[in-house]
């Protein structure tokens, strides 16, 4: 990342938080403001240190000690990329936990005589291991907008560290931090609708991850009178989804994504719709990654639409399978013959591709063209789908997990895999990474939890019949 | 505490819940309903720990364990006074942290060999010093009111824990949690007016802690025109006033609370008062004892009223001496004499009491009838306003805190004592435990940093001249 | 009416309004001040007249003559009362139609030729018949709580009406203006709950009319979780109940109003309830009297309840029989014998009372403690209830509307009698008015129609079997 | 307009109100609902005015007639945009005033006999001069969106009433019910946002009616934190805005509409703003037209305004010339030269253009390239600026108005004309309409009242010297 880039991406990141800035003086600031040289230099880190440490120690009383670290939050948003980097490591590296404290409060545990004398020492090794940039942290807390810092700090610190074992430690205190502030306990369900605030529904056209809102156009058909979107927020970032999920309401289990995203497309009445549909889930904040809420998130959906249409039967998703092509791929530099049968083979010469050892199959997937030749397309379907069934129910990662993200998530929270679409997303991403095939995982209330136990315990994905005559 | 008069107090405390509870079958329990007997006998024992296991394990999948957690919640709200402490023991002992391990992260951490080593063994301890109960505490907070309910149970663990030392770590726990969640940052300062729903503002009348609300027509004197009270709530608490403050905004710095709780006095145009009298700070929440909200509450509601009127100079409290009486008759005990000038002495006489070496002062002040005898009361008014001012402003506690709490509070949030008023409050409380007297601490907005340094770093603490007078 | 007990239902009525005048000044006048002595001497009239002419001429703009209007409005509110009458007389003689004007229009209408000259002729007239005070009313409308200020002012206006026929005709285009505004198709339905503002809840306590709220505790318990209270507003008056009803949620028809006041009874569950009793209805403006929204409330109110408590199988009030003891008296005047049976007027005789020609019922009656006395009360029931049934099913006005205003009012909306109860009442009111009788009205929705069809067409009152029987 | 066309346009303005009329049978209707043919055949009408009838008497009590208005509003939107102007026919024509009655009434005032008969007289003529087809009317407002209904009813209208008396009459009663219903005291001021509801803004850019909004982008840039944007609202119409202005805040008065439509030019600290510019006012509402709000908006804006920016010293617009061009067109027809001096004319015959006698002007604005040919533009500006500013100012209408109808609005409003700006506005629309120009109309605060006596009262325009200068 180029300092250029970089300073793009953290202007777009924190940007629109100065407006927001504004008014802190007046509300706590008492002091004077901290000024840095953009890039943090060498010279400023004294003070920067100096400011920190009267944060800590909370000179002037708590209210003081904010206003204090206001002005640090001020001074971060105005360093560039570099002087970011810079200000992060000594935070990291000044202000964390105190070895000897550490050791010699380990070593009181490990010559504790008897009980009493045990759990003192726990408690104040407990203590001795909660890093003082922990506490300045949550200072950053009581300023407006001060959660959304945070959170988008953390999105900043990721990349760094990577490669930075301080800066490491730094973002996994704030992991820690945030994983309290956002237990699901605190968040709040609210469906967003065409009446939404435009700048909140602006959001969602940025944030959509799977696929992509194309215009205010497409959103409005997305919030239609058959459509549900639901996200969760938190208390103190009331304007920022955390993460949103997309769900039509339809009769009969949609295997198609066009379908759904056709603007002119008629519209249903809901109360006759006997399937809901998660066409679409995404995560809205890239500083809370790793922290989930998605298996929340649906299950509370699936909770409110019961509530809402007595006559929804089924809930399924419709899904990519974004590793496919990749593990296929993989799966062809080892020779292609054995994924097809003899009938296949020849189904595909018929159809014009000459299959050496190396040809048919990945030719055809790699013409381009298969899935606008009819032909073609039919004598691929029967190999692929056989293909995607495996991918998504056999392979696993070296610890057990389905190797196909998605499908990890799904099955973690207790869905099982009920339907392969065949051209069911033909768009360019829908094509390049899944070969045009869409996945139904159903949710189905009174198997959730054994689904769950058997895919977490065991590793087993539990499918449907269909599904399982596909994979023979 | 007898079992009855405990059980009235959990009902007291928690009732109000019950009604809540009722939604959650249906909103998260997938399982049966946990179902104990009230006094939690032995037989029970056993299912209450698989319960909390499998909530520990996340059986199921997450949203499954914290339906299982609601379950748990109801039960604990279903038993006796016995039956909970039995089961907070349940969980303070067998979800504790595993002492094993801790001494083995322990050991890891005395001899890790180089810095890597080190901070893999510190954050492998950290771990190692979490305990389970914790997290079983959090996943009650997916509950509708969860938060509530924690904050109750740790009034009803507080009493328990002074004896059992299980507890009290259970006890330690539950307040760190609750210290992260009611993080200052998370709090709303909200108005509360006559507007406000009469349902809040019953809440205030059971509240209220210094000067009891005698009626609703007392409490909307209180909410008039030119009165102010403000509340910090949390967001997942909406309806309960965690603190709350109640603020007179006048002409000049009063000295008297029956002026200001006259319900006939006439209301003062606010745009023209001069000064805001903060006359009664009452913290809502027993299970939040030990966490500070009251220097926030009053740095935060200075800043609104500096905002809405523009005229106001003067911030000021009208505050009791809670403690003087005791102290006072602390000092009687070693002999009165040393308190009284000989002129304090002879004005004693001529009022009519007979000052013997332990007479005088001690007799008046028990006579119970000084404060409606002029001459008596005004031969006391010398000796006792000196010596209040040596109780507040030199009196110290071992650590070196001001042996008052009151002005200990004001003294840390960096107010200074600005004025003692004589037969300022002469209600029975007033005069059993101030004699009479109250107090205005100052908040001078350009000395508070220093005046909380100077208290909290040396102890010093800051008085008026008027004061200084007083003092000689 | 005396100047000073004018002069306080005055402040009484307005006095609330005196805050929000305040703000006007900035918001819209741009003019001096209207200032006029407090009874509006002769030597202001002019000054007033002027004023008035300006609005109605709109000089400056329209927007002028509003702030003019503001001005108007603050000084009408700074006089006495008999200013007030001086101020409305002016408005109704100097600002009524031009009577030539309307002459000249009624005999181009009388003289009409053609179609087009008459629909010409018959739109001018309209507007000649049009009084200008209308329109100077109207402009009230646009300050801050305008139309509670002309609510208020015809609450003032109505009794001086009733002697002054230049004010009858002010206060009927009034009445016109206020029809208009107050269709039912503007007024919102609020359900009033004990989380409601502590404000508009004072504002029940003061306008119930039929049972009085003694306390907020009672008020508390008519607001509890089987219980329901519904209220119209206006969008411009948002704070101001026009009508409120009370109900209570129970099993089978109750016929005891204590049984529903009583604050220690227990509450059920409202979802097992499967009937509703309306046991108070108020009207909650003197300045709206003769505009009914009763009617609408009771449907309205019905149909809220029908959704949320699918159980509900009954609708009935329970009312009480205000104008009976009257209407007893008048008849006593006549000869009570004619009432009584002979076995009745054995029953009183052997009960204690003698019962001579005049004696007996009456006597009774009156004796002011037969409500305490069992013989006594058994014996007075059977012909009290009977004449009771009488007086409510039979007894009519010259205009064939039921003599008694509540069971007029009940069966216009078309309810039936269902069922008369003893000793439902006991309270001084309940006895004065009713003889400790109530009424239950019943509310059938396939039958409200036709009940009102056979009341209002053909003065037919519908009772039930039980109530024929009573009858007989 | 074809029938095809009516059909279309009818479905526009009134399709969004299906939606809403689903909810209605649960809540109102106790009927069997009216079914129509949609054309309304002859067959129907006698069911039609039957249901009229019923309403209009009552039948069944007032609710039930509320329902059957419902039915009847149902009924006529399921009609055709003949059926519509048929069933419109037949409540104008068999519902309007009995013209006996009326003449009866006349004739009563004609002879009265003394006053109080001529006031019993008047107020009976009154009545008679009711139509009943404004209590129907009046009976849609207790429908879900009534209000709205009654609004779209009107624009439906107004085309058909041109042509046809009886519909007519109907309109007119209409107008008056809605002036009512209308007056601003009634209506709220709102703010609109970018945090607004999407469906909101949405209806922003159907209804910008002075510079088309292009794009959400172009939206949200007109929302900016330098922007405002405030609409009026009915209370029973809280989703639609009556009408709109948009304003800039910006330094010195700007004279050129594309540097506020420009999405890229910098956004200012509104702080450190002189001037509000008013650049765009629509009415939202076509069934309102007629109806009277601008003049309130642009001063209740004015204020709001003046509240929040202390800085703020001029006010202004920048407006249109709409009628331009085709005055000057009509202008032409008479023959240029007289508009001309000797210099303009030796200028423009230099810049290229023969100016014959017919010539010169005229061939250069028709030439569609002088806005692009710099010394052309220069020629042109002279005379152009100078007949502008005669026509804003000097050219009247028969009655006394000025011509211009923007220049009308504002000058009743009591603005004055500022400035005339060249180049001011070069799209298609500006350069056809305005020749490109725009006006600063300015509302000065203290002059406001003096400005709209001298314009409605003497026809008097008043302008700034920079006007008068340009005129000479």
């Given at each position: 990342?180029?300092?250029?880039?970089?300073?793009?991406?953290?202007?777009?990141?924190?940007?629109?938080?100065?407006?927001?800035?504004?008014?802190?003086?007046?509300?706590?600031?008492?002091?004077?403001?901290?000024?840095?040289?953009?890039?943090?230099?060498?010279?400023?880190?004294?003070?920067?240190r100096e400011q920190m440490r009267a944060c800590l120690e909370g000179r002037g009383g708590e209210v003081s000690a904010r206003a204090r670290a206001a002005s640090l939050g001020r001074a971060?948003?105005?360093?560039?990329?570099?002087?970011?980097?810079?200000?992060?490591?000594?935070?990291?590296?000044?202000?964390?936990?105190?070895?000897?404290?550490?050791?010699?409060?380990?070593?009181?545990?490990?010559?504790?005589?008897?009980?009493?004398?045990?759990?003192?020492?726990?408690?104040?090794?407990?203590?001795?291991?909660?890093?003082?940039?922990?506490?300045?942290?949550?200072?950053?807390?009581?300023?407006?907008?001060?959660?959304?810092?945070?959170?988008?700090?953390?999105?900043?610190?990721?990349?760094?560290?990577?490669?930075?074992?301080?800066?490491?430690?730094?973002?996994?205190?704030?992991?820690?931090?945030?994983?309290?502030?956002?237990?699901?306990?605190?968040?709040?369900?609210?469906?967003?609708?065409?009446?939404?605030?435009?700048?909140?529904?602006?959001?969602?056209?940025?944030?959509?991850?799977?696929?992509?809102?194309?215009?205010?156009?497409?959103?409005?058909?997305?919030?239609?009178?058959?459509?549900?979107?639901?996200?969760?927020?938190?208390?103190?970032?009331?304007?920022?989804?955390?993460?949103?999920?997309?769900?039509?309401?339809?009769?009969?289990?949609?295997?198609?994504?066009?379908?759904?995203?056709?603007?002119?497309?008629?519209?249903?009445?809901?109360?006759?719709?006997?399937?809901?549909?998660?066409?679409?889930?995404?995560?809205?904040?890239?500083?809370?990654?790793?922290?989930?809420?998605?298996?929340?998130?649906?299950?509370?959906?699936?909770?409110?639409?019961?509530?809402?249409?007595?006559?929804?039967?089924?809930?399924?998703?419709?899904?990519?399978?974004?590793?496919?092509?990749?593990?296929?791929?993989?799966?062809?530099?080892?020779?292609?013959?054995?994924?097809?049968?003899?009938?296949?083979?020849?189904?595909?010469?018929?159809?014009?591709?000459?299959?050496?050892?190396?040809?048919?199959?990945?030719?055809?997937?790699?013409?381009?063209?298969?899935?606008?030749?009819?032909?073609?397309?039919?004598?691929?379907?029967?190999?692929?789908?056989?293909?995607?069934?495996?991918?998504?129910?056999?392979?696993?990662?070296?610890?057990?997990?389905?190797?196909?993200?998605?499908?990890?998530?799904?099955?973690?929270?207790g869905a099982r895999v009920e339907r392969l679409n065949w051209m069911a997303d033909t768009s360019d991403k829908g094509m390049s990474q899944s070969a045009g095939m869409m996945v139904n995982?159903?949710?189905?209330?009174?198997?959730?939890?054994?689904?769950?136990?058997?895919?977490?315990?065991?590793?087993?994905?539990?499918?449907?019949?269909?599904?399982?005559?596909?994979?023979?």
């Open positions: 990342m180029t300092e250029t880039s970089a300073q793009n991406f953290l202007d777009k990141t924190l940007g629109h938080l100065r407006g927001a800035w504004r008014g802190i003086a007046g509300g706590l600031s008492g002091d004077g403001e901290l000024i840095l040289g953009p890039a943090l230099p060498d010279s400023d880190l004294d003070r920067l971060y948003i105005g360093l560039s990329a570099e002087g970011r980097a810079r200000f992060l490591t000594v935070l990291a590296s000044d202000f964390g936990v105190d070895h000897a404290d550490v050791q010699a409060g380990a070593q009181a545990v490990v010559s504790a005589a008897d009980e009493g004398s045990l759990l003192r020492a726990e408690r104040q090794l407990r203590n001795a291991l909660q890093p003082p940039r922990v506490r300045l942290l949550t200072q950053f807390n009581a300023l407006p907008e001060g959660v959304k810092f945070l959170v988008d700090l953390r999105a900043e610190l990721l990349p760094l560290a990577l490669e930075n074992s301080a800066l490491k430690g730094l973002e996994a205190d704030l992991k820690d931090l945030l994983i309290q502030w956002f237990d699901v306990g605190f968040l709040e369900l609210r469906r967003i609708k065409w009446d939404s605030p435009a700048s909140l529904l602006e959001r969602l056209i940025a944030y959509e991850a799977v696929h992509a809102i194309e215009s205010w156009d497409d959103l409005k058909n997305r919030l239609d009178s058959d459509r549900r979107c639901f996200a969760f927020f938190h208390p103190r970032m009331p304007d920022e989804p955390l993460i949103f999920v997309e769900v039509a309401l339809v009769s009969g289990m949609t295997g198609n994504i066009h379908a759904l995203l056709d603007e002119d497309a008629p519209v249903i009445d809901p109360e006759s719709a006997d399937t809901a549909i998660f066409y679409s889930i995404s995560n809205a904040q890239k500083g809370l990654a790793g922290i989930s809420f998605g298996n929340f998130l649906i299950k509370r959906v699936v909770d409110e639409l019961s509530k809402e249409f007595k006559g929804l039967k089924t809930f399924a998703t419709l899904s990519p399978i974004p590793g496919f092509r990749d593990w296929l791929d993989g799966r062809f530099a080892e020779g292609e013959l054995k994924f097809l049968t003899a009938g296949e083979r020849k189904a595909l010469k018929s159809a014009g591709l000459a299959g050496g050892s190396k040809g048919g199959l990945k030719n055809a997937l790699e013409s381009g063209l298969w899935d606008e030749t009819p032909d073609l397309a039919a004598a691929l379907s029967g190999p692929l789908m056989r293909l995607g069934v495996r991918y998504i129910a056999d392979e696993k990662r070296g610890d057990g997990r389905a190797l196909d993200p998605v499908a990890h998530f799904h099955l973690t929270n995982y159903r949710y189905k209330l009174d198997e959730i939890d054994g689904n769950h136990e058997a895919y977490s315990g065991k590793g087993e994905v539990r499918v449907s019949s269909a599904i399982r005559n596909l994979a023979k």
